[in-house]
């Protein structure tokens, strides 16, 4: 059974850094494409990132400022939050699909965790 568990959300200022991680289990995470997305009150989810294997995919809004990784040890994705913005305040989800490529929609992936709060706020 696919199970994936966001942490590391909060609060923090403008120009701040945070680590998502989302633990999985049920599948090994390095044989899939696994991404970050995020939903911001009444606007629509939008990915963040990918990775499959080594290879990585970012939104324009969060290249430079965004790395998403994979502890292939602890079967559990990264996403490390650098110089953030009152914009990037979202929920963010991490999720899974049935397929090794990496899609760009939300409809491309089966499986989703509960999500994680991130506000940036002065």
């Known amino acids: 059974q696919v199970f994936l568990l966001e942490s590391g959300g909060g609060s923090v200022q403008p120009g701040g850094s945070l680590r998502l991680s989302c633990a999985a289990s049920g599948f090994i995470a390095s044989g899939r494409c696994m991404a970050w997305f995020r939903q911001a009150p009444g606007k629509e989810r939008e990915q963040v990132g990918t990775i499959l294997k080594t290879s990585t995919h970012y939104a324009e809004s969060v290249k430079g400022r965004f790395t998403v990784s994979l502890d292939s040890a602890k079967n559990t994705l990264l996403l490390q939050m650098d110089s953030l913005k009152p914009e990037d305040s979202a929920m963010y989800y991490c999720?899974?699909?049935?397929?090794?490529?990496?899609?760009?929609?939300?409809?491309?992936?089966?499986?989703w965790g509960q999500g994680t709060q991130v506000t940036v706020s002065s």
């Open positions: 999720a899974v699909g049935d397929r090794a490529e990496c899609g760009r929609i939300e409809q491309d992936y089966t499986y």
